[in-house]
């Protein structure tokens, strides 16, 4: 009787997990932390965070890779071998997608470029609204606000005239400009022009001050971080908004996501780059800085940024803050604004950095000769000229199983692949693929007739 009872319970149980199941999709899940393996050719491996996007099938097993930055290959090997809970639709084993951050191996400049934010691709490129903007009046500028709608669409318009009202000095197109970044931020916080120099507002005594518009967009702001507190575009945007007028707030913002999403350590290297200089305020145009304190600060944040700085054995945001003082340094000595003190304190920097990394190169030096452009030169790209075709895996064709592969190349002054990185396609296509490739040859590319490296992609097709 006994067992019968307790039979009869567990089918219950069973039926009852299976009814609550019903209509419902649970996602995949990793079973262990994907962990590429260091290059011990690399004497100081520097990792970041980085956002993957992968197919998982029924059974738990990965199958395809999208990274737009591109993965070395211990890290397309660590994904191969992970394994995952397969995801479930009315309790079914599925295929299906996960969204994944993997600490990747990072080449050292990676840290120099002062990070851009994550923004979600509008409609119209960035580029394309900030040429649009260009072309403004403020009478067209007038006329065009007037005609916004509340719909997604308007967002290119919207930027068009973030972009010109930033340009001018008129107390008018402060509050444009005040007026279109607010609605931004309520409405499409995931804008990349919300991570541009067009949508800083400064409230200390600077050309563009704008207080008034300021507390309005940092209410918006606030708001959107109590409703989506893990979002990256709006912890990404927000830290960048704040990191002049408010830097306590960007600091805590950057500090909480340290090991959530990827360059952070590059945003907190900037933020204490910036206060450690006492800058007030950027220029529009170009994102230097272009404002500062007569000398460096003696108190307040920026005190606190130094005291970081000379303490941190991060060398990620070490980096970043030498990159953001040297670049500062340069923008301010251009608008007159080098504060005093400035030389001693970048050179102890740099003093760092090198004691904590040897292979760092930089300088402190204000006047640097600008590098030739590539553009100004006689470009003459080099064909390939050894390129066998990687086998067709012969368990796939059996299965009838196609896909296409797609590689970012660096190509060596010698014609030679020097690095491979996959941005996406089957894994199963990949070590065959691999190996093979990585063999092609070019001729050299030349700019005026002198050979240069080059980063090519590279698409190879499987197909029946």
């Excluded at 260091?38 to 990965?62: F, M, R």
């Excluded at 008034?212 to 990404?236: C, M, T």
């Excluded at 980096?319 to 080098?338: C, D, P």
Aim: net charge neutral; with cysteine.
């Amino acid at each position: 009787m006994k067992r019968t009872l307790c039979f009869i319970a567990i089918v219950l149980a069973v039926l009852i997990h299976a009814l609550l199941l019903q209509g419902q999709d649970v996602p995949p899940t990793i079973k262990s932390a994907i962990i590429p393996k260091n290059n011990p050719a690399q004497k100081t491996p520097l990792t970041d965070l980085s956002a993957i996007e992968l197919a998982v099938d029924e059974k738990g097993i990965p199958t395809e890779v999208v990274f737009s930055g591109g993965l070395p290959d211990s890290v397309v090997q660590a994904i191969s071998e992970a394994r995952f809970n397969p995801a479930l639709h009315d309790g079914k084993p599925i295929s299906a997608s996960v969204r994944l951050n993997v600490p990747i191996p990072k080449d050292i400049n990676y840290f120099t470029v002062i990070w851009a934010r994550p923004s979600v691709g509008d409609s119209v490129p960035l580029e394309t609204s900030i040429a649009e903007g260009s072309k403004l009046n403020l009478a067209a500028a007038r006329t065009l606000e007037l005609k916004l709608d509340s719909s997604v669409d308007s967002v290119s318009a919207r930027t068009s005239l973030i972009s010109f009202a930033a340009a001018g000095e008129e107390d008018e197109l402060r509050q444009i400009q005040g007026r279109q970044i607010e609605w931004l931020v309520r409405h499409n916080p995931e804008s990349a022009v919300l991570g541009s120099p067009a949508s800083m507002l400064f409230t200390a005594d600077v050309l563009f001050q704008n207080s008034s518009s300021y507390s309005k967009v940092r209410g918006a702001w606030f708001e959107k971080l109590n409703q989506r507190p893990n979002d990256p575009f709006i912890i990404g945007h927000a830290s960048y908004f704040f990191r002049l007028s408010d830097p306590e707030i960007a600091e805590q913002l950057s500090q909480s996501s340290l090991t959530n999403f990827g360059g952070v350590t590059v945003w907190l290297g900037e933020l204490y780059g910036l206060a450690a200089l006492g800058v007030t305020s950027i220029d529009y145009q170009t994102g230097g800085a272009r404002t500062a304190g007569t000398r460096l600060p003696d108190s307040g944040f920026g005190k606190h940024a130094q005291a970081e700085l000379a303490s941190t054995i991060d060398s990620r945001v070490l980096i970043s803050s030498f990159a953001t003082v040297s670049q500062a340094g340069r923008s301010l000595s251009k608008f007159h604004s080098l504060p005093e003190g400035f030389a001693g304190f970048c050179q102890s920097l740099l003093t760092r950095v090198k004691t904590i990394n040897s292979t760092f190169e930089g300088t402190c030096e204000i006047n640097v000769p600008a590098a030739r452009e590539a553009l100004l030169g006689k470009v003459e790209v080099g064909k390939l000229s050894k390129s066998p075709k990687p086998p067709y895996p012969n368990e796939l064709k059996k299965k009838h199983i196609e896909g296409q592969l797609q590689f970012r190349a660096t190509v060596g002054e010698d014609g030679k692949i020097k690095s491979l990185l996959l941005l996406k396609g089957p894994l199963a296509f990949y070590t065959s693929s691999r190996d093979v490739i990585s063999k092609w040859e070019y001729e050299p590319t030349l700019l005026d007739r002198e050979p240069v490296e080059v980063i090519t992609t590279i698409t190879v097709s499987f197909s029946l």
